[in-house]
T-cell receptor, first 113, second 113 residues
Framework: GDSVTQMEGPVTLSEEAFLTINCTYTATGYPSLFWYVQYPGEGLQLLLKATKADDKGSNKGFEATYRKETTSFHLEKGSVQVSDSAVYFCALSDLGGAQKLVFGQGTRLTINP | GAVVSQHPSRVICKSGTSVKIECRSLDFQATTMFWYRQFPKKSLMLMATSNEGSKATYEQGVEKDKFLINHASLTLSTLTVTSAHPEDSSFYIC?????????FGPGTRLTVL
């Protein structure tokens, strides 16, 4: 079945550092790919998404490119802030997000000032 | 933006009792709601998909008689953990789907003593 594997955390960085959180997937079809973020005490929020190969999703300085050849969707940010501290989940859906999502295990990110 | 609430946020119960968790879409109607379970340091595992007015569709391995799901209105779905045991202790998260996407509740921490 479909699966998502993401970089195991926790990840701790200093403010303004470069961030990469790796995510690879296995799917039988042509999935849509997502990054969700969960801030402390809040529900998961959609951070960005990409629906087809070579698409780049971006939001709040974060970017991820849908790489079909490497089945990857790595999350990057050039300069992280303390407010980016959260848990990040990579996910896929075979039907554009309208149906069920398959999640990675989550990566806890802590940014120190 | 769309808001999903869960109640209670945290519950502790004795083994053998039943616990009901509510999931509400506060400012939109959700024809489909999803229930997930999250184990420590693990990904969110989809338990079931519920559509308003019909029976829930359970994922393989999820006991439908133990995890009762009711989706009686377009803004409310409930998950009842029946005859709870310590192994049911977990973090339960609901998600509600609207035309604009999928929105998550903040989760309910269940501890069974």
């Amino acid at each position: 079945g479909d699966s998502v594997t993401q970089m195991e955390g926790p990840v701790t960085l200093s403010e303004e550092a470069f961030l990469t959180i790796n995510c690879t997937y296995t799917a039988t079809g042509y999935p849509s790919l997502f990054w969700y973020v969960q801030y402390p005490g809040e529900g998961l929020q959609l951070l960005l998404k990409a629906t087809k190969a070579d698409d780049k999703g971006s939001n709040k300085g974060f970017e991820a490119t849908y790489r079909k050849e490497t089945t990857s969707f790595h999350l990057e940010k050039g300069s992280v802030q303390v407010s980016d501290s959260a848990v990040y989940f990579c996910a896929l859906s075979d039907l554009g997000g309208a149906q069920k999502l398959v999640f990675g295990q989550g990566t806890r990110l802590t940014i120190n000032p | 933006g769309a808001v999903v609430s869960q109640h209670p946020s945290r519950v502790i119960c004795k083994s053998g009792t039943s616990v009901k968790i509510e999931c509400r879409s506060l400012d939109f109607q959700a024809t489909t709601m999803f229930w997930y379970r999250q184990f420590p340091k693990k990904s969110l595992m989809l338990m079931a998909t519920s559509n308003e007015g019909s029976k829930a569709t359970y994922e393989q391995g999820v006991e439908k008689d133990k995890f009762l799901i009711n989706h009686a209105s377009l803004t409310l779905s409930t998950l009842t953990v029946t005859s709870a045991h310590p192994e049911d202790s977990s973090f339960y998260i609901c998600s509600a789907a609207s035309e604009t996407g999928k929105y998550f509740g903040p989760g309910t921490r269940l501890t069974v003593l």
